[in-house]
C-alpha cells in the first residue's frame, strides 16, 4: 500500500503505525485511548512524544490500517489522527541550475537506482543539437552524452563536420555522418548555430548528471548517461518533407527512442516511417502542440505516439490565453512545460515553456527503463508510463474513455502527470527472500530480473553470513556460527545488450536474535509514573515505572516480566508496577525484566532490580537461546550498591547462579558478584529448556533459558 506524500512522492505506508493527539492531552484523553484500545483488544500506545503525539500500535495484521483511521476518527472526532510512512534517502545532483520537475516527477528518488545509460540512444528531431555544449559532449568531465557513429571513420578535428575522409565508410548513403545529420541542408553538421530548440529539448533527457555542471538530465548518468542522435529536421521550422527519413535514419543507427517535439501536417510518408520504427521496437514520443486548443497536432496525434501535453509548477495544465497545452482525443499524459530550464547554445542555459520540453521527460524516463530493462517493447514502455501516471487533481478521470480500455483517462491531462519513480520502481527488480536468518540454510533471489542479465551480489558485514560468487538469480547462505547483528544484501545488475550495471535496493537482513548495546541502550528509572527511586523510600501504594532507551536492533516483538505487583506495559518501551511488600517472604526487593525477540528467538534480557534500601541495579543476560556459553552483563554506570535486607553497603553484590532442568534439578551452579560480567559454560548442557535462577544477595530472579 502506498500514500502521495504532496504532490510528488509515492511512501509506503506503515500498516502497524498510526498517530493521534487530542487539541488538550492530558491524563483523562489518555486515559481514554487506553481503555479504548485494551477493549478492542487489537492496539497498544506504543510512544508518546514530548509534544502529545500518541503513536498507537496494530497487534492484529489483518487488521486494515484505513479502517483502524476511520474508528479512532469515530471514537475521538477532535482529535488530530494520521497516517505514517517509511521515507526513503535521496541522491541530489551536484549539478546547480534549479529545476522544479526534479521533485515533482520524482526523480531524486529514480536516481538512487537508475540514472541512464550510454546503451540506450535517443533520436532528436529537431532543429539541430549543439554536440560541443559541455554539459552534453565532452568537457572537463572526459564523457559525452553524444552518439557517434562507430561505422563512420572519426573526423580528423573532433569538433569540425568537414574534417572528415569524405567517404560513406558504411555505406548508408550519407557522408561522414559521424555525429547525425541535417536532412534540411543535406549535409553532416547537425548542430544549428542560431535556434536552441534542438539544443534545449536534448538537454531535458541527456544532459549530463550529477558533473558538477549546469542541469540535471533525466537520463544524463553518472560519467555516462543515455546517447543523443543529432538529427536536424528544419532550422526555423520543421521540414515535412525530410521526416520520414530523419525517423528512418533513427531507427537504421540503432536508437530505441525517437522525440519530436513540433508539429507538422500529417502524411503518408510520416506515417509510414512510424510504423517503420513501431516495427523496429522504437518508442515515439511527441509534444501535442501549444495552441490551447481541445485537439492536438500530429506526429502526436498518430496513435502509434505518445502524446504529451504540459503542466505548470502547481500541476494544472499549462494554459494562458491563446497558449497553452493541446488537448483532447488522442492525448496520453502530461509532464512538466513551464519554466523549465534547458541547455542554450554555446554553453548557455536558459528557461522556456511549452510542451516541447514536456515531451522528452517522457522519452527521458523510458530510457531509464530501457537501461534496466532493454528487452521492454514499445507498447510494454506505453502501458508502463501510463499506468504509473499520477492522477493530479481537480480533473476527473473516466474508465475507458482513453484508448486504453483499462485505465481512467481524462482530455485535458490524459492519464495524469509523468511520474519517473512510479514508473521505475514497477519494473524494478526486487531481492526477494528471508528478512532473518537463524539456523538453517536460506535462499535469496530476485524478483523480475529480465532475461539475459546477470547479478554480483554482496553483503555489507561478510562476518554474519556470505554470499556465493556466482552470478546467478539466487543464492544460498548460512549464518556463520554464533553470530547475530544486521546486514544488506546488495545487488548489482549488469542487463543484456551491453547496459551498465544498476543496483537495486539494499535487503536488510537481521542475522541471529536481535542485539543489545548495553553501553547505549539501558534499563533505566523513568516512564509515565513516578521513576523509581535510588533510595531507600518505597511506598507500596505508588505505581512505579521504568523505561528502556532504545530499541533492540533486529528486534520485532517485545514484552515486560518481573516479581513485582500488578505489573503494566505502558509502551514497548516504558513499563509501570507496585513493589512487593517488604515482609518475610519479599524483603521489599523484587525487579521487572525487558524481554525482546524476532524469527531466530529471544534476545538479551535487560533487568532492572530494587531493594529495600540502596537503591537500583540493571543488568542484561544473553544469548537466548544459547550454545556455549551464557553471558551475564551488569550496566556499570548504575548504582551498585548492597540489595540485602539490612542498610549495610558494599560496592558491590554477591550472587549465586543455578541453571535447573525440566525436572527441578539443579545441574550447574556459579558464584560471582555485581561488580564483574560473568560467562557460564553450557557446552554441556542438552538442548532444551532450563530455568536460570539469580540470587543477587537475597533477590531472586528467573529466567527462561533455550539451550540449541
Known amino acids: 500500500m502506498k500514500s502521495k506524500i504532496g504532490l510528488d512522492k509515492y511512501y509506503e505506508i506503515d500498516k502497524e503505525v498510526i498517530t493521534i493527539k487530542n487539541s488538550e492531552i492530558g491524563i483523562s484523553f489518555l486515559d481514554s485511548v487506553k ?26 495484521r489483518k487488521t486494515d490500517v484505513l479502517k483502524m483511521i476511520e474508528y479512532f476518527n469515530y471514537q475521538f472526532p477532535n482529535s488530530l489522527i494520521e497516517l505514517n510512512t517509511y521515507g526513503e534517502y535521496y541522491l541530489t545532483p551536484n549539478d546547480p541550475e534549479i529545476q522544479w520537475h ?32 559541455v554539459d552534453l559532449g565532452f568537457g572537463t568531465d572526459t564523457f559525452s552524452n553524444i552518439f557517434r557513429n562507430d561505422a563512420e571513420n572519426d573526423w580528423a578535428d573532433p569538433t569540425n563536420p568537414n574534417s572528415g575522409n569524405g567517404l560513406d565508410d558504411n555505406g548508408n548513403g550519407f557522408i561522414d555522418d559521424w555525429i547525425g545529420w541535417d536532412f534540411a541542408n543535406n549535409n553532416n553538421d547537425s548542430r544549428n548555430p542560431v535556434n536552441n530548440h534542438g539544443t534545449a529539448v536534448a538537454g531535458v533527457p541527456a544532459a549530463k548528471l550529477n558533473n ?45 527512442v525517437i522525440n519530436m517535439s513540433f508539429g507538422v501536417f500529417q502524411t ?44 505548470t ?72 508510463i501510463e499506468e ?11 474508465l475507458g474513455a482513453g484508448e486504453n480500455p483499462t485505465l481512467t483517462w481524462n482530455n485535458q491531462v490524459g492519464y495524469g502527470r509523468l511520474n519517473a519513480f512510479a514508473a521505475v520502481q514497477a519494473i524494478l527488480p526486487q531481492i526477494n527472500g528471508p528478512t532473518n536468518i537463524c539456523n538453517d540454510p536460506v535462499t535469496y533471489n530476485i524478483n523480475d530480473l529480465p532475461i539475459g542479465s546477470t547479478v554480483n551480489w554482496a553483503v555489507t558485514d561478510n562476518n554474519l553470513f556470505t554470499v556465493d560468487n556466482s552470478t546467478s538469480i539466487n543464492f544460498s547462505t548460512a549464518r556463520s556460527p554464533g553470530t547475530s547483528g544486521t546486514a544488506s544484501i ?7 545488450a551491453g547496459c551498465s550495471t544498476y543496483d537495486l535496493d539494499n535487503y536488510a537482513v537481521q542475522v541471529g536474535v536481535p542485539n543489545i548495546d548495553i553501553t547505549n541502550i539501558k534499563l533505566q528509572p523513568g516512564g509515565f509514573y513516578t521513576p523509581l527511586p535510588e533510595n531507600c523510600i518505597y511506598d507500596y501504594n505508588t505505581r512505579y515505572s521504568v523505561q528502556v532507551t532504545g530499541w533492540p536492533v533486529g528486534a520485532t516483538s ?151
Open 35 to 60: 481503555n479504548t484500545i485494551a477493549y478492542k483488544d487489537l492496539y497498544e500506545i506504543e510512544r508518546i512524544s514530548k509534544s502529545g503525539f500518541i503513536d498507537i500500535k496494530i497487534n492484529n
Open 102 to 133: 526534479v521533485g515533482k516527477i520524482g526523480l531524486n528518488s529514480t536516481w538512487d537506482n537508475v540514472r541512464g545509460d550510454n546503451c540506450v540512444v535517443i533520436g532528436i528531431l529537431d532543429s539541430g543539437t549543439d554536440w560541443l555544449h
Open 212 to 256: 558538477g555542471v549546469g542541469l540535471s538530465g533525466i537520463a544524463g548518468g553518472n560519467n555516462g548517461g543515455v546517447q543523443v542522435l543529432s538529427i536536424g529536421v528544419g532550422d526555423a521550422t520543421p521540414v515535412t518533407a525530410v521526416i520520414d527519413d530523419a525517423i528512418d535514419y533513427a531507427v537504421d543507427n540503432g536508437v530505441r
Open 268 to 311: 503518408a510518408a510520416i506515417d509510414a516511417a512510424i510504423q517503420n520504427a513501431i516495427n523496429n521496437n522504437v518508442v515515439l514520443i511527441a509534444a501535442t502542440g501549444n495552441g490551447n486548443i481541445a485537439a492536438i497536432n500530429y506526429p502526436a496525434s498518430n496513435p502509434n505516439v505518445i502524446a504529451v501535453g504540459a503542466t
Open 313 to 384: 509548477v502547481q500541476d494544472t495544465r499549462w494554459s494562458v490565453g491563446r497558449a497553452g497545452s493541446q488537448f483532447g482525443a488522442g492525448l496520453d499524459l502530461v509532464a512538466p512545460g513551464v519554466d523549465i530550464r534547458l541547455l542554450g547554445l554555446n554553453n548557455s542555459y536558459i528557461t522556456a515553456t511549452g510542451t516541447s520540453f514536456a515531451s522528452p521527460m517522457v522519452a527521458g524516463v523510458s530510457a531509464l527503463l530501457l537501461s534496466i530493462n532493454p528487452n521492454l517493447t514499445v507498447q510494454e514502455i506505453r502501458n508502463i
Open 388 to 398: 504509473t501516471a499520477d492522477k493530479i487533481s481537480g480533473y476527473t478521470y473516466t
Open 490 to 496: 546488495i545487488a548489482e545488475v549488469a542487463p543484456a
Open 558 to 708: 517485545t514484552d515486560w516480566d518481573g516479581m513485582v505487583n500488578n505489573l503494566y506495559k505502558d509502551a514497548w518501551y516504558t513499563a509501570s508496577f507496585y513493589p512487593l511488600p517488604n515482609d518475610s517472604y519479599h524483603y521489599g526487593s523484587g525487579y521487572v525484566e525487558f524481554k525482546n525477540s524476532n524469527a531466530c528467538g529471544n534476545g538479551p534480557s535487560l533487568v532492572i532490580g530494587y531493594g529495600p534500601c540502596g537503591g537500583f541495579y540493571s543488568y542484561s543476560i544473553y544469548p537466548n537461546p544459547a550454545s556455549n556459553e551464557l553471558n551475564l552483563v551488569f550496566v556499570e554506570e548504575q548504582n551498585l550498591q548492597s540489595f540485602s535486607k539490612n542498610t549495610e553497603t558494599k560496592e558491590s553484590a554477591e550472587l549465586d547462579i543455578s541453571i535447573i532442568n525440566h525436572q527441578m534439578e539443579v545441574i550447574l551452579t556459579k558464584k560471582g558478584n555485581t561488580g564483574t560480567s560473568m560467562q557460564i559454560n553450557t557446552s554441556n548442557l542438552k538442548p532444551g529448556n532450563y530455568i536460570v535462577h539469580i540470587n543477587i544477595d537475597g533477590n531472586n530472579h528467573r529466567h527462561h533459558l533455550v539451550i540449541e
